[in-house]
């Protein structure tokens, strides 16, 4: 503060000097300039008259006044120069002079030598200037009548210049002293009132944000601006203050609560796994607990769909093998999807046949589309690889679950499975239907577990709510995708892309046949998704696809409906062949291979392999050959050399077991009851193969089988293979036959093929035989072939002539008239009971028109009502248009075929109206 003073006093000194400077000069040309115009008023006369004596007196004039100390022979210091003291302090002009026009000295008076460096006060120069000189010059004109007739000049000495700036330095000093005194004091007394309270105040500040310590507060010294904002500092410590004690009892209040949550999430974990560990007993429970009684129920009525039974008993048989079929899904369903839930699902990398897999699950759901009045078809793009590395069981899986959805969900129409080549390498699964359709807001909850579109789902149409659950997964599972596409009351297509890399990339599913190419062919079929499918195969097979009324002109071939030809009553026109469509169980397709109406007999729904074969004949004309699938028996390997050992504590799974075996031709059977009987048997003889249940009472199967192995070892015996007869399929139990050291495991229930299969890969079969299990899916072709055409059964009809022939008159021509009287009511009655939908109806007058037609000898027409009975009876299952328009000519052929026979013309007229009546 003190240099700001200094500084600033400073200044103002210099200031003042140059103020000063320039008053002086001011001043002093004002004096002079009046002097010398009284001096050139006074000269004017002789200077215009150019005398000298008269201009000089006018000069020396100038000493009597104050300013003419050196004029009159003064010096410097105010001394005469004999040493009086003279005018020093009044006069200061040093020089004087009269000029004429020409520059010529007039008269001069003062300093003999000039100097030359005046400062002119005329010209306005700088004050610097008037410092540096020692004299100051003025000059004016003389002026006569007007006229200028020369000039006046005086020069004037600047010595009291210096001491009038001296005595304003001496001034400024003592000022400058005085103020700087002053300015300490005040200094110091701002510092102490307010600069030290201030830096106090924030050296507390600082203190407090570098050690976060808010216990500090500020010296309050006084009650003024600085107090305030010392007292307002210390009010914000306390609320900052008060707020560190909230937080801290809401940190304190925080740690408790997340010590109680901790402890409350500690409990509900350990309960939660309490509750996994409960679910997953009991499920490996439930699951045990079911397959045992279900292997006995199963196996049994499978054994039993196999023997000889009355067509309706077999049926029922077929029934309820189905039935437990559907439950043993159920429960797969639970526990897959309990193994995906918990990440235990093992995924297989082995080769597989996609259009196998496809296949399969198309005739497995053949059934239940026939029972839902449903199409059911497949359509494999020709360039899916013949084979795929996959798991074929999950592919299957999710395949299973997504047609056994369409079906369940479809009332009426029609269900296509597609499987194309997708994008990037992808396989593309797909299924199709004309169902019910699902609502926008509900598509995103189909893939939960448990989840239907509506609560009313499972009451109109039953299931668990798994099946898209546990597909959605399983893709996920195989690095696949899964959607679906959907509008509400038009239908549904459920899809799914998986990553599977391809076997043989070379080996298309379908080649093109170049015989084929231009080939003409009739599709006459009922079903949409089956018609779609067959056109889309003919044409990438190279086949022309034709209407009806463009092969009666060519030679196209057709494939239509078993019921269809048989309702037209002829064979198709045209040279091509012909091709019947049936379903198991249709009863118009033997009548029309029979006829000669059809050259052969495609299984619906049409399967690849089936497929394949049936091209090849009909673009090379070579004759059909009926494949693996016209079987209604499928063998089973055959181990009569084979010496078992089976060990199971259930009488009923003793007796089932040993029922399935005998099936297999194992003849040296051995059964015990546990596992230490196991064990003694094994020390008794050798077996060949050991069966053990795992759960068995004295010693269980898994601890018996560690104790052969080890008494194996210890005596150098032949390593007997064991596989496991077991239940648990889930939790614990599970594995626990590999950890006994077992070398397989067949899972209860187990099906005849399941057992067979589980023999063949540690025993070695016999040459096939005939034993068989239950028929999968018998081709019409393999239908009673009647004598003759089968249109009549010969038998009958001898028996009736020779009652005729012994019994005389029209016997024969009364039956006959008898039959064509009634036989068109009946059928009237079959038909109006099919446009009631009524299966009991139906029922009885199918039945009704099969009695009489087969007394009389209609055999094809009464083995056709016969199938049309038994579904309506055992499954509810009413016939379809087709087959009741295929009955009234069929009836027609019959009666021109009996009369015939037996030798009585029916009256024309009569016969007509019967049968427009029907």
């Known amino acids: 503060m003190c240099a700001s003073v200094a500084i600033a006093f400073l200044a103002g000194t210099l200031l003042s000097l140059w103020q000063e400077v320039n008053r002086y000069a001011d001043d002093k040309r004002d004096a002079l300039v009046a002097i010398a115009n009284v001096l050139a008023a006074a000269s004017a006369g002789a200077t215009a008259a150019g005398d000298e004596a008269a201009a000089a007196r006018v000069l020396n004039a100038i000493g009597k006044t104050r300013d003419a100390r050196i004029l009159n022979g003064e010096t410097n210091d105010g001394e005469t120069p004999d040493g009086s003291p003279g005018a020093a302090e009044?006069?200061?002009?040093?020089?004087?002079?009269?000029?004429?026009?020409?520059?010529?000295?007039?008269?001069?008076?003062?300093?003999?030598?000039?100097?030359?460096?005046?400062?002119?006060?005329?010209?306005?120069?700088?004050?610097?200037?008037?410092?540096?000189?020692?004299?100051?010059?003025?000059?004016?004109?003389?002026?006569?009548?007007?006229?200028?007739?020369?000039?006046?000049?005086?020069?004037?000495?600047?010595?009291?210049?210096?001491?009038?700036?001296?005595?304003?330095?001496?001034?400024?000093?003592?000022?400058?002293?005085?103020?700087?005194?002053?300015?300490?004091?005040?200094?110091?007394?701002?510092?102490?009132?307010?600069?030290?309270?201030i830096a106090a105040l924030a050296g507390t500040m600082d203190r407090v944000r570098i050690e976060q310590d808010y216990t500090q507060g500020a010296v309050i010294a006084r009650d003024d601006e600085v107090g305030v904002l010392a007292r307002s500092f210390n009010a914000l410590l306390d609320t900052v203050r008060e707020r560190d004690a909230r937080l801290a009892q809401h940190m304190q209040r925080l740690e408790a609560d997340v010590a109680e949550r901790t402890a409350d999430l500690h409990e509900a974990k350990q309960a939660a796994e309490a509750a996994n560990a409960a679910k997953s007993t009991f499920l490996a429970t439930m699951s045990h607990e079911i397959r045992t009684p279900l292997n006995g129920m199963l196996v049994m009525a499978e054994l039993l769909a196999a023997s000889a039974l009355p067509q309706r008993q077999?049926?029922?048989?077929?029934?309820?093998?189905?039935?437990?079929?559907?439950?043993?899904?159920?429960?797969?369903?639970?526990?897959?999807?309990?193994?995906?839930?918990?990440?235990?699902?093992?995924?297989?990398?082995?080769?597989?046949d996609p259009s196998e897999v496809v296949d399969t699950v198309v005739s497995l759901f053949a059934e239940k589309a026939v029972e839902n009045g449903l199409d059911l078809a497949a359509y494999v793009a020709p360039d899916v690889p013949r084979h795929v590395i996959g798991d074929p069981v999950r592919l299957g899986q999710i395949l299973s679950n997504f047609v056994n959805n369409a079906l369940k969900f479809t009332p009426s129409g029609s269900v296509l499975v597609r499987l194309e080549r997708g994008a990037a390498g992808m396989l593309r699964l797909s299924v199709r239907d004309t169902g019910v359709g699902i609502p926008a807001d509900k598509v995103g909850t189909l893939f939960s577990a448990f989840a239907q579109a509506d609560q009313s789902t499972t009451r109109r149409f039953g299931g668990t709510g798994l099946g898209l659950s546990i597909a959605h997964r399983l893709a996920l599972a195989m690095g696949g995708r899964m959607g679906v596409e959907s509008e509400l009351g038009a239908g549904s297509t459920f899809w799914a892309e998986l990553p599977l890399e391809a076997g043989d990339a070379d080996a298309p599913t379908l080649v093109r046949r170049t015989d084929a190419v231009g080939a003409g062919i009739v599709l006459a079929l009922s079903g949409d998704a089956t018609r779609e499918c067959l056109g889309l195969r003919l044409a990438e097979a190279g086949f022309t696809c034709l209407p009806a009324e463009a092969a009666e002109a060519g030679a196209a071939h057709w494939i239509a409906d078993a019921a269809t030809i048989l309702a037209l009553g002829r064979r198709p026109s045209g040279p091509g062949r012909v091709l019947a469509l049936a379903r198991l169980g249709d009863a118009a397709a033997a009548p029309v291979l029979e006829a000669g109406w059809a050259d052969h007999l495609l299984s619906w729904p049409v399967v690849q392999e089936e497929w394949r074969g049936a091209l090849d004949s009909l673009a090379g004309g070579t004759p059909f050959v009926s494949g693996p699938r016209l079987s209604a028996r499928t063998r089973l390997p055959q181990f009569p050399a084979a010496r078992i050992l089976l060990a199971d504590d259930s009488p009923v799974n003793r007796e089932v077991a040993r029922e399935a075996l005998a099936r297999c031709g194992v003849t040296a059977l051995t059964l015990v009851e546990d596992g230490?009987?196991?064990?003694?048997?094994?020390?008794?003889?050798?077996?060949?193969?050991?069966?053990?249940?795992?759960?068995?009472?004295?010693?269980?199967?898994?601890?018996?089988?560690?104790?052969?192995?080890?008494?194996?070892?210890?005596?150098?015996?032949?390593?007997?293979?064991?596989?496991?007869?077991?239940?648990?399929?889930?939790?614990?139990?599970?594995?626990?036959?590999?950890?006994?050291?077992?070398?397989?495991?067949?899972?209860?229930?187990?099906?005849?093929?399941?057992?067979?299969?589980?023999?063949?890969?540690?025993?070695?079969?016999?040459?096939?035989?005939?034993?068989?299990?239950?028929?999968?899916?018998?081709?019409?072709?393999?239908?009673?072939?009647?004598?003759?055409?089968?249109?009549?059964?010969?038998?009958?009809?001898?028996?009736?002539?020779?009652?005729?022939?012994?019994?005389?008159?029209?016997?024969?021509?009364?039956?006959?008239?008898?039959?064509?009287?009634?036989?068109?009511?009946?059928?009237?009655?079959?038909?109006?009971?099919?446009?009631?939908?009524?299966?009991?109806?139906?029922?009885?007058?199918?039945?009704?028109?099969?009695?009489?037609?087969?007394?009389?000898?209609?055999?094809?027409?009464?083995?056709?009502?016969?199938?049309?009975?038994?579904?309506?009876?055992?499954?509810?299952v009413l016939p379809t248009d087709a087959e009741i328009a295929g009955l009234s000519p069929l009836l027609d052929r019959t009666l021109e075929a009996l009369e015939a026979r037996l030798g009585q013309t029916p009256d024309p007229e009569e016969g007509a109206a019967a049968r427009r009546s029907a």
């Open 676 to 876: 230490r009987a196991a064990l003694e048997a094994c020390r008794d003889r050798a077996f060949d193969l050991i069966l053990m249940d795992g759960s068995m009472p004295v010693l269980d199967g898994y601890a018996a089988a560690e104790a052969i192995r080890a008494e194996a070892i210890a005596q150098g015996r032949v390593r007997t293979p064991i596989v496991a007869l077991t239940a648990h399929v889930v939790g614990a139990g599970a594995e626990a036959w590999r950890e006994a050291g077992m070398d397989a495991k067949l899972a209860k229930p187990f099906t005849l093929a399941a057992l067979a299969d589980t023999l063949a890969a540690f025993l070695v079969p016999e040459a096939e035989t005939e034993t068989a299990v239950a028929p999968r899916r018998p081709s019409p072709d393999a239908a009673p072939q009647p004598e003759a055409d089968g249109l009549l059964d010969e038998d009958v009809l001898a028996g009736l002539i020779d009652m005729a022939a012994r019994a005389g008159g029209d016997f024969s021509a009364r039956v006959f008239g008898l039959y064509r009287d009634h036989a068109p009511k009946a059928l009237a009655d079959l038909r109006a009971a099919a446009s009631r939908g009524d299966a009991e109806a139906i029922a009885r007058a199918a039945h009704s028109l099969k009695s009489m037609s087969l007394n009389i000898g209609g055999r094809a027409l009464g083995l056709v009502l016969g199938e049309i009975e038994s579904r309506a009876r055992s499954s509810a």
């Open 90 to 197: 009044r006069s200061e002009l040093v020089y004087a002079a009269i000029e004429r026009p020409d520059g010529s000295i007039l008269a001069d008076r003062g300093l003999t030598a000039r100097l030359t460096d005046d400062f002119d006060l005329r010209k306005g120069q700088s004050p610097l200037a008037l410092l540096a000189s020692r004299t100051a010059l003025v000059a004016v004109t003389v002026e006569e009548a007007g006229r200028t007739v020369g000039n006046l000049i005086l020069v004037s000495d600047l010595a009291d210049l210096n001491d009038r700036l001296l005595a304003l330095l001496r001034t400024s000093a003592l000022i400058s002293s005085l103020v700087m005194v002053l300015g300490f004091a005040i200094s110091y007394a701002i510092q102490r009132g307010i600069t030290q309270p």
């Open 314 to 352: 077999q049926r029922y048989a077929e029934v309820v093998a189905r039935s437990g079929q559907s439950l043993l899904a159920i429960i797969n369903d639970i526990l897959d999807f309990a193994k995906v839930e918990a990440g235990k699902l093992d995924l297989e990398r082995i080769a597989v």
